[in-house]
């Protein structure tokens, strides 16, 4: 078995694995980062696009911002659509001159990866972590499978970055950890279609048929949903009964129809929220979905990530350079206080927008949600800045 030694290893190339080990390369701090996957499959694997004004202004503090700025859309307002009308929740105009961009999460990780390959830091894709041990000593290691041979690796802290399913949060003893699970009753079926946008910004809508949400990747490209029962099968949908179904949901009397264009992906997602407590175990800390999920509806997954890893990069920065500790210890519960807020937001926008086939009553409850956040002046505000900047609060 190869032996290697470094500061802080890290588990998992999305987003907040490849940021945190940028931040840290920067700092002078030795790292080396493991994924399971192959490079092609990270930098193809598509996830959220929303990015808020405070995580996006930390990404360009960081020099992760250039192509970012160049190709990102920047939104100033997201639309309501409920009852074939479309209401526009002005975000900027309600944060101070602060929009929102759509860069999809897969080119924020193609951006980190390019910068790790140019300054040759350790990345080890097709590498399985098969053991996290002494994680409550100063010497933790991990053991993993590459495609060289076995390796074990010795550091001072472990980074878990690897998805809730992941060996990290499975290392954190069970009579220490709370794992709080929610499973909605409904799935996303989503599609990437080579289509220009009918619209200039983000459209989430209630129809009494289901959930729609109609969004972008790009001038040409187009992401759209439809909310489904948790047991469809995306075989029984053919391309043309997606593209009616998103035009029935979407329709109002101004703009019946939306553009259609070849669907290049499509897949079923079922929603669901999960928080593990404690995101730190002796040397072992957790970072984005290795801690948390929310499910999209409020645009926070990829948000959370990287506030968590603004979070664990000046802890781990602050005991490397200055020895103190301080930032580590209160890691955990600074981080669960904002996943917390995040998670109501999400509950809070999920709940609102997904009719209940059965039951009348909290359909009634919804659509009075959905009035409020509209026409009351506080609660628009409210929702505007919980969706524009909820993770530097």
């Known amino acids: ?10 588990i998992g190339a999305g987003p907040a694995g490849l940021l945190l080990g940028h931040i840290l390369h920067e700092q002078g701090i030795d790292n080396i980062v493991l994924e399971r996957r192959d490079r092609p499959y990270v930098e193809a694997r598509v996830r959220a696009g929303v990015i808020e004004y405070g995580i996006a202004k930390f990404l360009e503090e960081n020099g992760v911002g250039e192509r970012m700025l160049r190709q990102g859309l920047k939104h100033d307002g997201v639309e309501l659509r409920f009852d074939r009308t479309s209401y526009r929740i002005a975000l900027t105009e309600l944060n101070g001159g602060k929009p929102i961009t759509v860069y999809g999460q897969q080119e924020v990780v193609k951006d980190l990866i390019a910068l790790r390959v140019g300054y040759d830091a350790p990345l080890m894709f097709e590498t399985e972590v098969t053991n996290l041990d002494g994680l409550t000593t100063d010497a933790p290691f991990i053991e993993a499978d590459t495609p060289d041979g076995k390796v074990r690796i010795t550091c001072d802290y472990i980074a878990g970055c690897d998805g809730t399913f992941g060996p990290a949060s499975k290392a954190i003893p069970a009579s220490l950890k709370k794992q709080f699970d929610r499973i909605y009753p409904f799935s996303w079926l989503g599609i990437i279609a080579q289509a220009a946008p009918s619209t200039e910004e983000l459209i989430y809508c209630r129809h009494e048929r289901g959930f729609a949400l109609y969004s972008m990747r790009s001038p040409t490209v187009s992401r759209l949903y439809l909310g489904v029962p948790n047991d469809e099968k995306l075989e029984d949908w053919t391309d043309d009964q997606i593209w009616d179904e998103l035009d029935v949901r979407l329709a109002t009397e101004e703009v019946p129809h939306i553009t259609r264009g070849p669907i290049l992906e499509k897949g079923i997602t079922t929603m669901r929220s999960i928080v593990i407590e404690p995101m730190r175990y002796g040397r072992l800390f957790l970072a984005g979905d290795a ?17 968590d890893v603004r979070e664990l990069s000046r802890a781990l920065i602050a005991k490397f350079k200055k020895n103190e500790d301080a930032l580590l210890e209160s890691y955990s519960d600074t981080c669960l206080e904002r996943v917390w807020r995040a998670e109501e937001f999400s509950t809070y926008m999920t709940q609102m927008l997904h009719p209940n086939p059965t039951d009348d009553f909290e359909n009634g409850v919804q659509l009075a949600r959905l009035r409020q956040s509209v026409k009351s002046p506080g609660a628009t505000e409210t929702l505007a800045r919980n969706y524009v900047d909820l993770n530097s609060l």
């Open 1 to 10: 078995m190869k032996e290697l030694r470094t500061q802080v290893a890290i």
């Open 291 to 307: 801690a948390h999920i929310v499910p999209p509806t409020g645009a926070k997954g990829m948000n959370l990530a990287i506030g």
